[in-house]
């Protein structure tokens, strides 16, 4: 038991008032699909959440301050011991309500409704493109950010503005495809595709502050480059193998989900570490 006050409870994350204007981020490893928190927990996903996140937003701060943004880490090291590797201190800011989402190709969600409308919301997209198909340039398609057991919904653009306004609307979307830019280069150097992935942002006084986890295989989806081949699902290393086997396993969503069997855990906790790994050119310990 953590001896600080809750403050909230998510899918992965507990979070913890660490007095003033810090906030404790515990990350666990219990794993979401599909809206679900899933009855098995993975060995050690709350370490590589955290620690990835770490390295990125070291990575990401010129990129950031480039917008005259900053990044919520205070710091991973000063935290209690009990949660050691797996919790970051950070500054508690007053999120704003947009999922922001860039993709970079088309897969998942994106590309069912590109099927049925040629679009992802208001971004038209050429015809003829496939699951797996690089996008001409990375696009900004929003989310709305649901609760616990409610879905994300794609919003159009306008729908942003009248969520944050106009200018911090484009802010968003410029700083969103930036950052996505940036991490697309260095997992390229690394042999990984970024297909995907989402940022949240807050405010601390006046200023855009990137907070919640960054580009981890929760959040994003991380191809193998050597493999990347359009017209089918890509391998993977994020959460998507967990998301296939519930599909394949005859799970009706509207029930309470399976139990993961050990293979597909291993497999899943395998897939972590690698793009932990792999992105940072660090042993996972």
Do not use: N
Request: aromatic share 8%; hydrophobic share 40%.
């Amino acid at each position: 038991m953590i001896d600080l006050p809750l403050v909230a409870r998510g899918k992965v994350r507990e979070i913890y008032d660490a007095g003033g204007d810090r906030l404790l981020l515990v990350a666990s490893d219990r794993i979401s699909a599909y809206d679900w928190v899933l009855p098995t927990p993975i060995p050690d996903k709350g370490r590589v959440l955290t620690q990835l996140s770490v390295w990125w937003f070291e990575q990401l701060t010129p990129v950031l301050e480039s917008f005259g943004a900053t990044h919520h880490l205070v710091g991973a090291a000063d935290v209690p011991p009990q949660v050691a590797g797996r919790a970051m201190l950070v500054r508690r800011l007053e999120m704003l309500p947009v999922e922001c989402v860039a993709r970079g190709y088309l897969s998942g969600g994106g590309t069912k409704e590109y099927e049925r409308t040629g679009s992802i919301r208001d971004v038209v997209l050429p015809a003829g493109l496939v699951e797996g198909s690089q996008l001409p340039v990375p696009v900004f398609t929003p989310s709305t950010k649901a609760e616990i057991g409610e879905h994300d919904e794609p919003i159009d653009f306008p729908r942003v503005v009248s969520l944050v306004g106009a200018e911090r609307a484009d802010q968003l979307r410029e700083l969103t495809l930036a950052l996505y830019r940036r991490g697309a280069e260095i997992a390229r150097d690394a042999g990984i595709v970024l297909a995907d992935t989402k940022f949240e942002f807050g405010l601390a006084g006046d200023g855009l502050v990137l907070g919640d986890e960054v580009l981890t295989p929760d959040s994003s989806r991380f191809w193998p480059a050597e493999t990347w081949s359009p017209g089918a699902v890509q391998p993977s290393y994020d959460k998507q193998f967990v998301r296939d086997w519930l599909t394949s396993s005859g799970w009706d969503r509207g029930s309470e989900p399976p139990e993961l069997p050990d293979d597909v855990v291993a497999a899943t906790r395998e897939r972590y570490v690698t793009a932990y790994e792999k992105l940072t050119g660090r042993p996972f310990s």
